[in-house]
């Protein structure tokens, strides 16, 4: 019998075994040192002064967006091209979605188009690393100078953009360590930043709105045990064995997205010429998460079907987040209102892509697509 092939499939070895094992026999399983050593191994890496863990990706969006002042009445301008949770945190804040559709050229979201929905309500842009390529972090600054910027790089951890990794551009960056993302604490998540305030506001509201520093709290000496809410916030906490976990595949998140660029490569060069596919952008800085082929429309149901009966997982990313009917009902979009990333969705098929493939799987993928299509 065939093997199945996932889309995604995280890597875990002895090592990373090891580290969860060696937390779940100490003292700590929550709130303790493991966090703070995952969190610097992230900051070290990216090349920032803050990263704030949570529990997973969505809960760091909500904390980010929160951080950088959120509120009942903003804006918060997204690609549709995403997971719902880039646009649902900023309605867990009262906020409004704006879309602004992607660039043909990169899949993720266009400046030009954010200048174009930019008011006196723009609070945050949220530009999306899709599949990993890099976003023009700087482009959507320049369109809304007067907004935070929050990166979701959930996709993208590994990659970088003019020899900067991505997370260092953005005034916050988001990242999710899911099963099928560039590392793994099975779920979890993370916001990286460089602004202090922020990253205070981060661990407030990732733990209940509580805080134990003084310099934080109306009251000074009521004794060791005072602590103050001084925020609403969240139980939102990582626990220490995903920590462990996340600090141990940090070490291997270089190899990872080596492997990732290679097996990309070997995509890139069986399709290049390759009638009916078209195959995704190349940046040198891409981290692979995934990767997305184009087919002609009418010709999408039937190789995702044909794929899937022959044991090859693959998946589509994403239906556009305006045309749920949670975002039709409640914010009036519809079909239309985004074409470039309506058009991409309806032939877009992500292949199989992750570090523990073989060369063969990639020619077993290749030879299905191009065979069906055939």
């Known amino acids: 019998m065939t093997s199945y092939l996932p889309y995604g499939h995280q890597w875990i070895d002895d090592d990373d075994m090891a580290a969860v094992a060696d937390v779940l026999s100490g003292d700590w399983l929550t709130q303790g040192p493991a966090i703070e ?58 906020a409004c979605p704006v879309f602004a559709d992607i660039a043909p050229a990169t899949f993720c979201l266009d400046p030009a188009e954010v200048a174009r929905k930019v008011t006196a309500k723009t609070k945050v842009v949220a530009p999306v690393s899709y599949a990993g390529h ?78 134990k520093d003084p310099a934080w709290m109306e009251a000074k000496d009521e004794g060791p045990w005072y602590y103050e809410m001084i925020d609403l916030g969240f139980n939102y906490r990582m626990t220490e064995f995903q920590a462990a976990l996340g600090e141990s595949q940090m070490k291997k998140l270089d190899a990872f997205v080596a492997r990732r660029r290679e097996l990309a490569s070997r995509y890139d060069e069986a399709f290049a010429g390759q009638d009916g596919v078209v195959a995704p952008p190349h940046h040198e800085g891409h981290a692979y998460h995934l990767y997305p082929i184009q087919v002609a429309p009418a010709r999408r149901r039937g190789l995702f079907e044909g794929l899937r009966a022959a044991s090859i997982g693959v998946q589509v990313h994403y239906i556009p987040v305006h045309l749920h009917p949670y975002y039709r009902r409640h914010f009036g979009y519809g079909g239309g209102d985004f074409p470039v990333a309506e058009a991409f969705y309806g032939g877009e098929i992500s292949l199989p892509l992750f570090p523990a493939m073989e060369d063969e799987d990639v020619s077993r993928v290749v030879d299905a697509v191009t065979g069906l299509l055939s």
């Not at 967006?65 to 690609?79: N, S």
């Not at 809304?144 to 260092?168: I, T, Y």
């Open 134 to 211: 890099p976003a023009d972090v700087a482009g959507c600054r320049r369109a809304a100078p007067g907004a935070v910027v929050v990166e979701d790089g959930c996709h993208a951890l590994g990659g970088d953009r003019s020899g900067l990794k991505v997370g260092a551009e953005a005034d916050m960056t988001v990242f999710s360590f899911h099963p099928v993302k560039p590392v793994t604490t099975g779920e979890g998540g993370m916001v990286v930043t460089n602004d202090g305030r922020f990253a205070e506001r981060l661990r407030l509201f990732r733990s209940h709105g509580i805080t």
């Open 37 to 94: 050593a995952f969190e610097r191994s992230v900051a070290d890496y990216v090349g920032v002064a803050h990263a704030v863990a949570f529990c997973n990706g969505t809960a760091a969006l909500h904390g980010a967006y929160h951080a950088a002042g959120v509120r009942a009445g903003d804006e918060v301008i997204v690609p549709p091209l995403t997971f719902a949770a880039t646009a649902n945190a900023a309605c867990f804040l009262g």
